[in-house]
């Protein structure tokens, strides 16, 4: 199935382009709800009301000397709600929905940044792939073609399981596809052929947050209950898959959501969890959180925490573990043991981005904490990335950009992205960067 696509004029000061994006939903410009998506966690959900809450409906006026103005929308009469959309075989073997970006008569190949509206969805990934851009959103995931503007749109109705999309990778040529509820999917670009991993192939739970192939050919698979290791990479073998929780490891995995993974300089794999930092290294587990250094303690960044709702107050499992964690007497969005992001740096130190409590750098010996106190815009990290030497660091009021130096370069709406809450990073092959947020991406010609 494919949807023909129209030029929509934008009034805005900045080039947007709106992809119809699980069903068709558009949102214009005059568009105001907050209506969060029931794929995102709940942790993640307040930072989004509250961020959303508190940004305007337009846009900061730009010179329109340095932007483009552009817009897709799509005719979304034969979609259906993804939120009804059948999952069966049917379904599967439909091919992508399709369309393309129509630049104006005016367009200026030098504008500056370019927006991409996708409605009412979270941008939690975006993996750049020579000249195409995978965008995964909390309503399916789209491949877009920087160069020919083509765009595919895949959900639940053409091979996904679920249109929540935390992961977008490439391993051995395949693209992945790391769900909310719907496990793992792995597209062959070749023969448009789906595979889906799920609890019954071994995968410790359907929630997929983050996926590696390590040196040694092993994949490891970050889920909700613990994390998967297929020895070799051999997906298909049933026996090669591992499962490793905290009750399996005597409390070395110190926690079962595991959100994050990195590898080390010597092959030991990192991961990021609500209880801390975890190294699996020579078969061997080693933790760390809070109480070893590990975030920036609760008194210092109090007064800086832009979210006052308690977690707590929505979700058990956010109750239980303000318990297990001696944080019975906070009542604002803080949790230091909680990770979100991480990153290994070129020599080997760990960066990791917490709930509330800044940003974390580890040595292997001596944690060090950065907060808004040192220049940070905000003191929730939701992405951390590497580029030209510098980490990319994603919160909820801005990017900054820190250099070798420790000097950082921050950057907001009015510097172009689309939202301040950055929730993912990519560079393009042409060198632009592409910033997810809340309701859409900004691609930024030159951010540095």
């Known amino acids: 199935m494919s949807t023909k696509s129209k030029l929509v004029p934008v009034v805005l000061g900045v080039a947007a382009i709106a992809i119809a994006v699980a069903g068709g939903y558009f949102i214009s410009s005059q568009q105001t709800q907050t209506k969060i998506p029931p794929e995102v ?95 995964g959103t909390s309503g399916g995931v789209i491949r877009y073609n ?86 070799g990479g051999d997906l298909d073998d049933s026996s090669k898959w591992d499962l490793f929780t905290v009750e399996n490891t005597n409390g070395g995995l110190p926690n079962d959501w595991v959100y994050a993974l990195a590898m080390g300089k010597n092959g030991e794999i990192w991961m990021a969890t609500e209880g801390g930092l975890a190294r699996f290294k020579n078969d061997k587990w080693d933790n760390w959180n809070h109480k070893d250094g590990q975030g920036a303690a609760y008194d210092l960044v109090k007064d800086q925490i832009a979210f006052d709702d308690d977690p707590a107050t929505a979700s058990k499992h956010h109750a239980r573990q303000k318990d297990e964690m001696d944080l019975q007497d906070v009542s604002i969005a803080y949790n230091p043991n909680y990770i979100i ?22 040595d292997g010996e001596i944690w060090t904490n950065y907060t808004v106190k040192d220049g940070l815009p905000g003191n929730h990290i939701f992405s951390l990335y590497k580029n030209n030497g510098k980490v990319w660091i994603g919160t909820e ?14 950057f907001n709406m009015a510097d172009g992205l689309y939202a301040d809450a950055v929730f993912s990073m990519a560079t393009a092959k042409d060198g632009s960067a592409w910033i997810g947020s809340y309701g859409g991406v900004a691609r930024i010609a030159k951010l540095q």
Not at 122 to 133: C, E, P, S
């Open 41 to 135: 966690p709940s942790a993640t959900q307040q930072a989004v009301a509250t961020t959303t809450a508190n940004t305007p409906s337009a846009h900061p006026a730009i010179n329109p000397g340095f932007v483009n103005s552009l817009a897709l929308n799509t005719d979304a009469s034969t979609q259906q709600n993804p939120h009804s959309a059948s999952t069966s075989a049917d379904n599967i073997g439909k091919p992508a929905l399709s369309g393309q970006a129509h630049r104006d008569n005016n367009a200026n190949p030098d504008a500056k940044f370019t927006h991409f509206r996708v409605g009412q969805r979270n941008v939690k990934r975006i993996l750049a792939d020579g000249d195409v851009m995978w965008v």
């Open 146 to 231: 920087i160069k020919t503007d083509e765009y595919k749109l895949y959900d639940s109705r053409n091979g996904l399981l679920a249109n929540g999309i935390f992961y977008v990778g490439k391993m051995d040529d395949e693209i992945v596809i790391g769900t909310y509820g719907g496990g793992m999917s792995i597209l062959n670009e070749q023969t448009g052929k789906w595979r889906t991993y799920n609890i019954p192939e071994g995968l410790g739970d359907a929630f997929v947050y983050d996926v590696l192939k390590s040196d040694n050919g092993d994949i490891w698979i970050a889920t909700w209950s613990g994390a998967n290791r297929i020895r």
């Open 341 to 362: 992001a991480l990153l290994v740096d070129d020599d080997g130190s760990v960066w990791a981005g917490t709930w509330g409590a800044g940003l974390a750098h580890f």
């Open 397 to 410: 009021k801005g990017l900054a950009i820190r250099s070798n130096d420790g000097s950082l370069q921050i």
